[in-house]
């Protein structure tokens, strides 16, 4: 069956829906998400969402720790457009229902995190994205003219590559008209034919053993692209959050927010010695990358585990209050965060690069945008700052929109676009197979392409990785599709770019760190 729509967007967490919201102005919207509205990684934030709210900040100093954090490796322009953008999107969350905390004052009830130089961060108690994905829910539900495809699975966007006729960074001109689409109720394939699509398809963390990320997050949207000759970078830029709390065997780590260190939080060894001062001034509040690799270096150096957050010197009915979500989480699992020390360890969390776009959300395949953690905007550079994510996805979303808006009325629909061709392949899936690759991909990955890396270690990574990409496609032309086949499919394309990409760069800059050259190259 094929269906049209003037606006595709493919994922419903925070960019999605905001861009659907918008787009519904302007023609008739379908967006679609692999399973239900709500399953996101948006609704796993907790830290908050930053933008400069009141003096003594302004926007310089936002923009200045954004570029640190980055490691000098970020689009200034980008930066730019985001933080100053930030008082507007938020604006435009406040409108869609979302209830950020207040003080007694009527005033926002700001927090820090790692790396902000001041108070930024807009929170709901420590679950602001669950706040955030449910308020955005609740509209789009109510909104009459966005249709809502749940457990609808994006397999390959429809493109058709004009050869000869070439654009910027050598990239054929290539167009977008939609996605191929698993029903997986049905377990039929549908056309959506769209004039211009999102993807908003979120992050890559299953490609690991831990992640905070959940299940959905297998790095679809960036794969797609890939395989439609999109522009791919910066994906050597793999964010390991410090602190998500060590218990073994549970996925998605549960996470411990950096806000909790920005409260008064203090890292220690698990002889209960404070040890960040050793590696940066700034202590358990520098950015990320700094922490995380201290972390990893103390454990790896004492040969433990994990190492321990402790808040217990903060007063216990005002951590209680903040932090709900986390307090009842840790005594869940019999630790009084008030009285005892946190166990935590670093784990996978983000993705600064992605699919490239512009500064209105175009990406190099036209009709074609990209938003949120799927898409590579430069604002994150390196490394990124705390909380500035679910910011970028909404200044994104917006700028997306206000393009395609002007565009639509001078496109049309492809209707010579083919269904799609499952001629031979019978095959039922063989799920162990595919359960096992998978297991194999994300042991490859934690093993080789963690968080300290080296030539050796990444070449190591890829002729593995080969082996099972071999096997995969040969038994995807003869498998009937599946959600599983296509993941893995996916997981193993991301982890191909993010080992490529990392061999590529001859220097340790801020997320990448290679034994093999640890310096940062100076003229970047
Ligand atoms: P997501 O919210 O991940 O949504 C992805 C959507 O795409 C889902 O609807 C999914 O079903 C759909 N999808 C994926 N593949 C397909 C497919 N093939 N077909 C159909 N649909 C598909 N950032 C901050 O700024 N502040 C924070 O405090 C913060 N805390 C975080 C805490 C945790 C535990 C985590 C995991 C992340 C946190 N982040 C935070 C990062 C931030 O939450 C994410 O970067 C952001 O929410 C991503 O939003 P998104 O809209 O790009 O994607
Ligand atoms: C956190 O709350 O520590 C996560 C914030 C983020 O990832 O931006």
């Known amino acids: 069956m094929t269906r049209k729509y003037d606006f595709l967007v493919i994922g419903s967490g925070i960019a999605g829906i905001t861009y659907a919201l918008k787009a519904a102005k302007f023609g008739k919207v379908a967006i679609l998400c692999k399973t239900t509205l709500d399953e996101s990684n948006t609704s796993f934030a907790q830290g908050g969402i930053a933008t400069v709210m009141y003096e003594p900040d302004n926007f310089e100093k936002h923009i200045k720790d954004t570029l640190?954090?980055?490691?000098?490796?970020?689009?200034?322009?980008a930066v730019d457009k985001v933080i100053r953008e930030a008082p507007a999107a938020i604006e435009d969350l406040l409108h869609f229902g979302v209830n950020f905390d207040k003080q007694k004052n009527g005033q926002?009830?700001?927090?820090?995190?790692?790396?902000?130089?001041?108070?930024?961060?807009?929170?709901?108690?420590?679950?602001?994205?669950?706040?955030?994905?449910?308020?955005?829910?609740?509209?789009?539900?109510?909104?009459?003219?966005?249709?809502?495809?749940?457990?609808?699975?994006?397999?390959?966007?429809?493109?058709?590559?004009?050869?000869?006729?070439?654009?910027?960074?050598?990239?054929?001109?290539?167009?977008?008209?939609?996605?191929y689409v698993l029903n997986q109720r049905t377990n039929h394939i549908h056309t959506f034919l769209s004039k211009v699509a999102l993807l908003a398809t979120g992050g890559i963390g299953n490609v690991y053993l831990t992640t905070t990320n959940p299940g959905i997050a297998t790095g679809d949207g960036i794969a797609m692209a890939h395989r439609?000759?999109?522009?791919?970078?910066?994906?050597?830029?793999?964010?390991?959050?410090?602190?998500?709390?060590?218990?073994?065997g549970e996925k998605p780590n549960f996470l411990i927010t950096e806000a909790i260190r920005g409260y008064g939080a203090v890292l220690r060894t698990v002889d209960g010695k404070e040890f960040m001062h050793k590696y940066d001034e700034r202590g358990s509040l520098a950015p990320r990358d700094?922490?995380?690799?201290?972390?990893?270096?103390?454990?790896?150096?004492?040969g433990d585990n994990f190492v321990y957050l402790d808040v217990t010197h903060k007063d216990a009915p005002t951590t209680k209050k903040e932090y709900p979500t986390i307090y009842k989480k840790c005594l869940e699992l019999g630790i009084d965060?008030?009285?005892?020390?946190?166990?935590?360890?670093?784990?996978?969390?983000?993705?600064?690069?992605?699919?490239?776009?512009?500064?209105?959300?175009?990406?190099?395949?036209?009709?074609?945008?990209?938003?949120?953690?799927c898409s590579c905007t430069g604002?994150?550079?390196?490394?990124?700052?705390?909380s500035n994510s679910l910011l970028e996805a909404v200044v994104y979303a917006n700028a997306a929109v206000t393009d395609a808006a002007e565009l639509i009325q001078y496109l049309t629909f492809n209707d010579k676009i083919p269904e799609w061709n499952d001629?031979?392949?019978?095959?039922?899936?063989?799920?162990?197979?595919?359960?096992?690759?998978?297991?194999?991909?994300?042991?490859?990955?934690?093993?080789?392409v963690g968080i300290v890396r080296s030539n050796l270690r990444l070449k190591r990574a890829l002729s593995r990785l080969e082996i099972i990409y071999r096997e995969t496609e040969n038994l995807f032309e003869r498998s009937v599709v599946s959600r599983e086949i296509c993941e893995l499919r996916n997981v193993i394309s991301v982890s191909y770019l993010i080992i490529k990409q990392a061999l590529a760069r001859k220097e340790s800059r801020g997320l990448h760190y290679t034994m093999d050259y640890p310096k940062k190259m100076i003229n970047d």
């Open 68 to 77: 640190i954090a980055g490691d000098g490796h970020c689009n200034f322009a």
């Open 228 to 248: 439609a000759r999109a522009i791919v970078k910066d994906m050597e830029f793999v964010q390991f959050h410090p602190t998500a709390l060590y218990h073994p």
């Open 423 to 448: 001629e031979g392949t019978s095959l039922p899936e063989e799920m162990v197979l595919i359960t096992q690759s998978f297991r194999e991909v994300e042991q490859i990955m934690s093993t080789y």
């Open 290 to 302: 700094i922490v995380a690799r201290a972390i990893d270096n103390e454990m790896k150096i004492r």
């Open 108 to 179: 926002f009830d700001l927090h820090r995190e790692g790396g902000h130089s001041e108070f930024r961060i807009l929170h709901h108690k420590d679950n602001t994205g669950f706040e955030i994905q449910e308020s955005l829910v609740r509209e789009i539900k109510a909104h009459p003219e966005i249709d809502v495809f749940e457990y609808h699975f994006a397999i390959e966007i429809l493109t058709q590559h004009h050869l000869g006729e070439w654009v910027t960074h050598h990239t054929p001109n290539i167009e977008c008209y939609g996605a």
């Open 379 to 386: 604002l994150h550079g390196a490394n990124r700052l705390a």
């Open 337 to 373: 965060i008030t009285k005892e020390f946190i166990p935590v360890t670093p784990t996978q969390h983000y993705l600064c690069g992605g699919i490239e776009v512009d500064l209105n959300g175009k990406t190099s395949i036209n009709r074609l945008y990209a938003a949120g953690e």
